[in-house]
């Protein structure tokens, strides 16, 4: 896959239309605030880019000739051509690779795995941020750090929690590995995604669980034969497990893996999300589990972790979360939360079922399952209309 083309031509292209510029409209110098940092990509190995990018927050054009940007390493180079970033556009700067855009000094100048960026103008601070990026995993050599949708603006892009990593979706792959959106707007990405990933184990056990009436939960999803039948065994995903109830799960996988490639997508949720989330639930379990567990749950595990070369969406996702060197597990988003409240029954629990009777009075029809589908798409329809 030539992946490299693909990162110079969009930073090319974006550079030479600031470098140009368009139209009629003003030219301004910048301003405190005007033009923020909204994405970088540090160096990840020897030779790889490094870029980052500017975004001009304001209504009218500006060049940042004569501007300077600087890293906590106290390196610092100065933009000495012209360089014009039209209104709500961006500018990638390069500090390495000639064919990855614009480039000023880049034997000066570099973006280690954490530091800082600063950009002044005719002396005015303009912007400045701070970046931590993590170790590569499996599936990414790099992703860059990214600025949140809708926080364009020196005000939020100051705070740590508006930043995160772009998400391991293959349309944003770059470079082999390396995952990243240079000179557009940034999409949503991992930091809101359904997920928080955590390494204490112990932060996400649920007390009191009925194992026998929760895969009996298990049981009765699976044999509805739908793209979220799996949420049972996925909702079970971090906890401590005897051999026994491993033994259970491992049946169940192999009952209803192949089953979960036919079935319809229910919302947003299809077949792919439903193998990632299986297959995660089970190298979740089998790592976290003991000797005796990793046991029952071996042939499971080996099955499981071939699953995301079958995915035709969210392969690189779920390639992170079954077989990243970190086990990925935690808290959820708010609906996904409320959904497996619904389906691990824990009495005296008051968070969860109290029964497997429960489960059943509350389990909603395939009529109204089909129904809520219906509304969801009508409204998905309209909203794109307007």
Not at 234 to 259: G, H, S
Not at 318 to 338: K, L, P
Not at 348 to 362: C, I, K, V
């Amino acid at each position: 896959m030539k992946t490299q083309p693909i990162i110079a031509q969009a930073c090319f292209l974006a550079v030479v239309l600031l470098l140009t510029g368009c139209g009629d409209s003003s030219v301004e110098t910048a301003a405190p605030g005007d033009i923020v940092v909204t994405e970088l990509m540090p160096e990840s190995g020897v030779g790889e880019s490094q870029w980052l990018e500017l975004h001009n927050s304001t209504e009218t054009a500006i060049n940042l000739q004569g501007c300077e940007i600087r890293n906590t390493q106290e390196q610092a180079f100065t933009i000495t051509d012209r360089l014009i970033i039209e209104t709500q556009q961006y500018a990638v700067i390069a500090t390495k690779d000639p064919t990855a855009g614009f480039i000023s000094q880049p034997n000066l100048f570099e973006l280690p795995p954490a530091g800082g960026i600063s950009l002044t103008c005719n002396d005015n601070l303009i912007d400045e941020m701070t970046y931590q990026i993590g170790a590569s995993t499996i599936a990414a050599a790099a992703r860059s750090w990214q600025l949140v949708p809708g926080s364009n603006n020196a005000q939020e892009n100051d705070n740590e929690k508006n930043w995160c990593y772009t998400i391991l979706v293959k349309d944003y792959m770059v470079e082999e590995r390396r995952f990243a959106t240079p000179g557009k707007a940034n999409p949503v990405c991992e930091s809101v995604m359904p997920y928080v990933s955590y390494n204490d184990q112990a932060s996400v056990l649920i007390k009191g669980i009925d194992w026998d009436a929760t895969l009996k939960v298990a049981e009765a999803e699976f044999a509805r034969e739908l793209s979220t039948s799996e949420l049972p065994i996925w909702a079970i995903r971090d906890q401590i497990i005897t051999p026994e109830v491993a033994a259970k799960i491992a049946v169940l996988y192999f009952d209803n893996i192949d089953m979960l490639y036919g079935t319809k997508t229910f919302l947003v949720l299809d077949w792919n999300h439903a193998v990632w989330h299986l297959s995660w639930a089970i190298s979740n379990l089998y790592r976290n589990g003991d000797s005796a567990v990793k046991k029952e749950l071996q042939l499971a595990y080996e099955d499981a972790v071939t699953r995301p070369e079958t995915l035709e969406r969210r392969n690189y996702i779920a390639i992170d979360h079954i077989r990243n060197d970190v086990v990925v597990m935690g808290d959820i988003h708010t609906a996904a939360h409320t959904r497996m409240k619904q389906l691990i029954v824990a009495p005296g629990n008051p968070d969860y079922l109290q029964s497997f009777e429960d489960y059943q009075n509350n389990a909603r029809s395939l009529f109204t399952l089909k129904t809520v589908h219906v509304v969801y798409k009508l409204k998905t329809f309209f909203e794109a209309l307007f």
